[in-house]
């Protein structure tokens, strides 16, 4: 089982960036897909759920209107689309697949 993520990096206030985890190894259409984040010296916490149709989408309340996941599933792909990114969005980002297989995450630090 394989979970990649990419797309993080340095980003302006204000700006976007969008996410990408590619999965492998599992069938990725019956499983609910999640991003998260662990900021430094912080306990790492959901950013946004999907269900395994798409159908079904959850924010946390600091990113609800900013940011908006979606999945692809005939290319076993998740994505998170991040806009008007703040500074206290700087994380590294992991890709959740269920409730068991989890990506390397991906670093987004927000900085002028």
């Known amino acids: 089982v394989q979970l990649v993520e990419s797309g993080g990096g340095l980003v302006q206030p204000g700006g976007s960036l969008r996410l990408s985890c590619a999965a492998s190894?599992?069938?990725?259409?019956?499983?609910?897909m999640s991003w998260y984040r662990q900021a430094p010296g912080k306990e790492r916490e959901l950013v946004a759920r999907?269900?395994?149709?798409?159908?079904?989408?959850n924010y946390a309340d600091s990113v609800k209107g900013r940011f908006t996941i979606s999945r692809d599933n005939a290319k076993d792909t998740v994505y998170l689309e991040m806009n008007s990114l703040k500074p206290e969005d700087t994380a590294v980002y992991y890709c959740?697949?269920?409730?068991?297989?989890w990506g390397q995450g991906t670093q987004v630090t927000v900085s002028s």
């Open positions: 959740r697949g269920g409730y068991v297989y």
């Open positions: 190894g599992f069938t990725f259409s019956m499983l609910d």
């Open positions: 999907i269900s395994s149709g798409g159908s079904s989408t």
